[in-house]
Nanobody, 123 residues
Framework: VQLQASGGGLVQAGDSLRLSCTNSRRTSSNNGMGWFRQAPGKDREFVAAISWNGDNTYYADSLKGRFTISRDRAKNTVYLQMNGLTPEDTAVYYC?????????????????WGQGTLVTVSS
């Protein structure tokens, strides 16, 4: 399984970014997927998750309303639209494929992880 995340970069506070994560394993289109992030000096934290068919999504409470997760099963790709970015959103963002079909925030339920893409938000 290979997860390729992209779309990170350096932006200013208030800007938007859309991250993408493509899964080369076609059968993973039946699995839930999620985004996590790790800021410098902090633990990895849950950002958002989406069920296998996209019908259910789940967000970290602090990010609801600013971040949106979606997926294109035909392209085997999951997206994270991030709006109103702040310096506190600076982190390496990781996508992951869960072992089940549901959307979950539980890190232990994720089997495969991408290499991460860096998002830096300047003030």
């Amino acid at each position: 399984v290979q997860l390729q995340a992209s779309g990170g970069g350096l932006v200013q506070a208030g800007d938007s970014l859309r991250l993408s994560c493509t899964n080369s394993r076609r059968t993973s289109s039946n699995n839930g997927m999620g985004w996590f992030r790790q800021a410098p000096g902090k633990d990895r934290e849950f950002v958002a998750a989406i069920s296998w068919n996209g019908d259910n999504t789940y967000y970290a409470d602090s990010l609801k309303g600013r971040f949106t997760i979606s997926r294109d099963r035909a392209k085997n790709t999951v997206y994270l639209q991030m709006n109103g970015l702040t310096p506190e959103d600076t982190a390496v963002y990781y996508c992951a494929t869960s072992m089940g079909a549901a959307a979950t925030s539980r890190t232990e339920y994720y089997r495969y992880w991408g290499q991460g893409t860096l998002v830096t938000v300047s003030s």
